[in-house]
């Protein structure tokens, strides 16, 4: 296993492990802060997640928070990136830094598992959502809680969560500010499963595994056509997976799935 840790200081705000072949473990590395965001770790987690999605022997991406308490608890409010008295150029770069972590999320063709541990409010919960599977622990608490600080969702949740779990009950969690806790957000379909806290990342890294073992180029363009479904029409949605198609086709990746099916073996994909 390797880790490396970037950004401030000697450890730096997000730290990169290796656990298994193919996998990588991001961990948003701001314990002492409940994993809240600030402008070093909303900058250097796009880079990581970029650097990751560019490397050739990752796969899949666990994402998950340092310690016991917390997966993100949001933005760190004495190091807030924005303030009411940015004029409106500013203010927009400044919500820009927290609405760029999931749009990085969404768009990077790695599939990301998120580990769920403890609080995920605020920019928390919206980076939970914009991760393609959740996975949480008995003690993880899941909220849109911008409305306690007359806020609304800036950075991605009222565009998520509707298309999670549908138009009404996502309202009633952001015009709440109510938290989901540990098999209730399964309940709400907002994760594939809740397991123990001390099982969480060993159940999230063997989840990430058995995606690791699928052809990538496939699996990235089927995040894609997926991400982007809710937003297009039936003619395009067809335009774009013949597209998609086409480019598996042509990948080694299709040809040896052929010829492991055609001798009743089990396919090793390469990525290309």
Request: net charge negative; with cysteine; aromatic share 6%.
């Amino acid at each position: 296993m390797t880790d490396s840790n970037d950004g401030d200081g000697e450890t730096g705000p997000v730290r990169v492990e290796h656990p298994r072949k193919h996998v990588a473990r991001v961990t948003l590395d701001r314990p002492d802060a409940m994993n809240a965001y600030d402008e070093s770790l909303l900058r250097t987690l796009v880079d990581r997640l970029e650097d990751l999605d560019a490397a050739d022997d990752v796969r899949a991406i666990v994402l998950t928070g340092a310690g016991e308490r917390a997966f993100c608890s949001g933005v760190d409010l004495e190091n807030m990136p924005l303030t009411p008295e940015m004029d409106f150029a500013d203010y927009e770069e400044g919500l820009g830094l927290f609405q760029n972590i999931v749009r990085t999320l969404r768009t990077i063709e790695t599939p990301v598992i998120g580990a769920v541990n403890g609080y995920a409010l605020g920019a928390g919960c919206d980076t939970a959502l914009a991760c393609d599977v959740r996975i949480v622990g008995e003690n993880a608490a899941i909220g849109e809680t911008f409305i306690d600080v007359g806020f609304v969702p800036g950075d991605g949740g009222a565009y998520l969560l509707p298309r999670l779990i549908g138009e009404a009950r996502a309202k009633e969690l952001i015009f709440t500010g109510r938290h989901l806790e540990g098999e209730e957000i399964v309940e709400w379909d907002l994760a594939r499963e809740c397991v123990p806290d001390d099982e969480l990342l060993e159940t999230a890294e063997s989840f990430a595994a058995d995606l690791a073992e699928q052809p990538p180029i496939a699996l990235g363009l089927s995040k894609s056509l997926v991400n982007e479904s809710a937003d297009i029409d039936l003619e395009t949605a067809f335009e774009r997976a013949t597209r998609a198609q086409r480019i598996c086709a042509q990948t080694d990746d299709h040809a040896e799935a052929v010829d492991a099916f055609a001798e009743k073996r089990k396919p090793e994909f390469t990525g290309e």
